[in-house]
Antibody, heavy 117, light 110 residues
Framework: EVQLVESGGGLVKPGGSLRLSCAAS????????MNWVRQAPGKGLEWVSS????????YYADSLKGRFTISRDNAKSSLYLQVNSLRAEDTAVYYC??????????WGQGTLVTVSS | QSALTQPRSVSGSPGQSVTISCTGT?????????VSWFQQHPGKAPKLMIY???KRPSGVPDRFSGSKSGNTASLTISGLQDEDEADYYC??????????FGGGTKVTVL
């Protein structure tokens, strides 16, 4: 059974940083591109970043470039998102998702990041 | 990377059909046959319902169907059931492993 479990969220002050993690199991993690997608409270889904299976190709939403860094450790079947210089508008549930062809077929339950003083 | 346009809400009675539209541009919806639809119940993770415009993952009822014409994709739910009440999001591939979502549509079963 495919499982994705996010962790690392929490309450952080504006300007602070967090490292989000996503532990994958039930499939060959090293064979799949992975996504981060976020959802602000009461709002829609927003694609954040993608990383190819070997980490060769990395893409970010234009509005987030420079503050967010995606990475992965295939030996640990884990995906990461380093989020820096956090702002109130970054408050959201952050989901990791497996990419199959050109869609996200499995999603984790998400980890909540709250940016507030 | 502008969001795709969806209606804020649609509604229908049990057994009826509803259709949700998703309008983009030639750089996303119109440029690729890679539109997906996700269902999200409150407090839950999104669930893939349709991918590649028309394909259903295993386990998704055939009441859900997708289509596309030009820069607009559509999701139709036939034979509406109570459990279909949820938020629905379209998503299109936009090249270079960039994805763009719609703003979401709330489906209400009357």
């Amino acid at each position: 059974e495919v499982q994705l479990v996010e962790s690392g969220g929490g309450l952080v002050k504006p300007g602070g940083s967090l490292r989000l993690s996503c532990a994958a199991s039930g499939f060959t993690f090293s064979s799949y591109t992975m996504n981060w997608v976020r959802q602000a409270p009461g709002k829609g889904l927003e694609w954040v970043s993608s990383i190819s299976s070997s980490s060769r190709y990395i893409y970010y939403a234009d509005s987030l470039k420079g503050r967010f860094t995606i990475s992965r450790d295939n030996a640990k079947s884990s995906l990461y998102l380093q989020v820096n210089s956090l702002r109130a508008e970054d408050t959201a549930v952050y989901y990791c998702a497996r990419v199959l062809a050109y869609t996200s077929d499995y999603w984790g339950q998400g980890t909540l990041v709250t940016v507030s003083s | 990377q502008s969001a795709l346009t969806q209606p804020r809400s649609v509604s229908g009675s049990p057994g009826q059909s509803v259709t949700i539209s998703c309008t983009g541009t030639s750089s996303d919806v119109g440029g690729y046959n890679y539109v997906s639809w996700f269902q999200q119940h409150p407090g839950k993770a999104p669930k893939l319902m349709i991918y590649d415009v028309t394909k259903r993952p295993s386990g998704v009822p055939d009441r859900f169907s997708g289509s596309k014409s030009g820069n607009t994709a559509s999701l139709t739910i036939s034979g509406l059931q109570d459990e279909d009440e949820a938020d629905y999001y379209c998503c299109s591939y936009a090249g270079s492993f960039i994805f763009v979502f719609g703003g979401g549509t709330k489906v209400t079963v009357l």
